[in-house]
Every structure is written in structure tokens, then in C-alpha cells.
Nanobody, 116 residues
Framework: QVQLVESGGGLVQAGGSLRLSCVAS????????MAWFRQAPGKEREFVGN??????YYANSVKGRFTISRDNAKNTVYLQMNSLKLEDTAIYYC???????????WGQGTQVTVSS
């Protein structure tokens, strides 16, 4: 059974930083691209960024502030979030993709709240 479990969310002041983690189990982690999405209250889920073997891609809204990395030995993908803004407040989800743009597995999400 595949599981993706996010952690590291919380309350942070604007301008601060958080690092989210997503631990995967039940799959060959290194074979999957991993992505982060987020969903703010009343809004649709939004792509944040992804990481393949080594390459990364980010949404314009987070480019230069967020960094995705992975540790295949730990079956973990990270989302380092710096210079957080109020509009970054959302539930953050990780997802695993075996084929391009097809996300096979999703985590339950972790709440990130940015305060002024």
C-alpha cells in the first residue's frame, strides 16, 4: 500500500521560512517524479513545483522563494519555503507521478498558515 505522509506545516510570520517533508512508502521512490501542490481556502488546487531525477520546475508564484529537493535513500521529498507571504497560506500536498503529468498518489496534506 502506497502512502505519502507530509509534515512540517505550521504557523509562521510573513517573511519567515518553513520546510515541509513528504515521506513515501510502498513504491520505488526513485522511479517517481515528486510534486508539491497547494490549496488555499475557497480556491482550486494549485501546482507549486516538481522534481524529477535531478531537474526541478516551479510555478511562477514561488520561483526564487521555494526549493524542492529529494533524498532517495530516505524516500523523502522536501519543500523549502523562504520569504513566505500571506498568500502562501494553504494546505500543501505532495504527489507522486510515474508518467508525466499523471499523479498516481497523493498525501493527506499539511497546513501552512502565514500571518502578518
Amino acid at each position: 500500500q502506497v502512502q505519502l505522509v507530509e509534515s512540517g506545516g505550521g504557523l509562521v510570520q510573513a517573511g519567515g521560512s518553513l520546510r515541509l517533508s513528504c515521506v513515501a512508502s510502498g513504491l520505488t521512490f526513485s522511479s517517481y517524479s515528486m510534486a508539491w501542490f497547494r490549496q488555499a481556502p475557497g480556491k482550486e488546487r494549485e501546482f507549486v513545483g516538481n522534481i524529477g531525477t535531478t531537474s526541478t520546475y516551479y510555478a511562477n508564484s514561488v520561483k526564487g522563494r521555494f526549493t524542492i529537493s529529494r533524498d532517495n535513500a530516505k524516500n523523502t521529498v522536501y519543500l523549502q519555503m523562504n520569504s513566505l507571504k500571506l498568500e502562501d497560506t494553504a494546505i500543501y500536498y505532495c504527489a507522486a507521478s510515474y508518467s508525466p503529468l499523471n499523479y498516481d498518489y497523493w498525501g493527506q496534506g499539511t497546513q501552512v498558515t502565514v500571518s502578518s
